[in-house]
């Protein structure tokens, strides 16, 4: 469980990166140093989706098991809410 918690928590800072890097899809680039810029889109695309898939997979196996979880449950909607905007936002 403890392990999940952590997921849980790297899972929600790359989804605050991921929302930085859709506001530097459409705007002006804001951030000058190329090599930040450049982790900022891979842990923002790619690492926040494979993290929230993994937690999201994990959050439904122990709700279809009746465990409780040991996450809060605003980490949780937020990670349900963004693996919903991700996927939507990679579709279009």
């Not at 439904?60 to 040991?70: D, E």
């Not at 990670?79 to 919903?84: D, H, K, M």
Request: hydrophobic share 65%.
């Amino acid at each position: 469980m403890r392990l999940l918690v952590l997921l849980q928590r790297m899972a929600f800072l790359c989804n605050l990166l991921f929302l930085v890097c859709v506001i530097i899809m459409y705007s002006q680039n804001f951030i000058s140093s190329k090599e930040l810029q450049s982790y900022i889109i891979i842990l923002g695309f790619v690492v926040s989706f494979l993290l929230n898939v993994i937690v999201n997979i994990w959050e439904a196996i122990l709700l279809l098991n009746r465990k409780k979880s040991a996450t809060p449950s605003w980490l949780r909607a937020s990670a349900f809410i963004f693996i919903i905007v991700q996927i939507i936002f990679h579709a279009i």
